[in-house]
């Protein structure tokens, strides 16, 4: 018999989640100075605030880094912004 049909399980439901970080976080020295600029203001745009560390410290990050830059604010955002209050759109039939 096969692997797969003696753990009656497929390849695809033996996989975990990864819970480890494949590289070393590259916005982690300056992560506490761009947490309190969203602090301070919340509508900053990850763009903006990742043009204004590049220009802080030349050098140190590439522009290849802005994708995981602006996942990194999302997820802030997400777990630290005040959620606004949204009304159901429902809508009546004619």
């Not at 494949?22 to 506490?32: N, Y």
């Not at 410290?57 to 602006?70: E, W």
């Amino acid at each position: 018999m096969a692997k797969y049909e003696q753990l009656g399980k497929l390849p695809s439901e033996l996989k975990k989640p990864r819970q480890y970080r494949t590289r070393a976080d590259a916005f982690a020295a300056d992560w506490p100075t761009v947490e309190q600029m969203l602090e301070e203001a919340p509508s900053l745009e990850a763009k903006s605030l990742f043009r204004w560390l590049c220009e802080q410290y030349p050098g140190r990050y590439q522009t290849g880094q802005l994708r995981t830059f602006q996942r990194r604010v999302s997820t802030w955002k997400a777990l630290h912004q005040q959620k606004l209050a949204s009304l159901p759109q429902g809508r009546e039939p004619d």
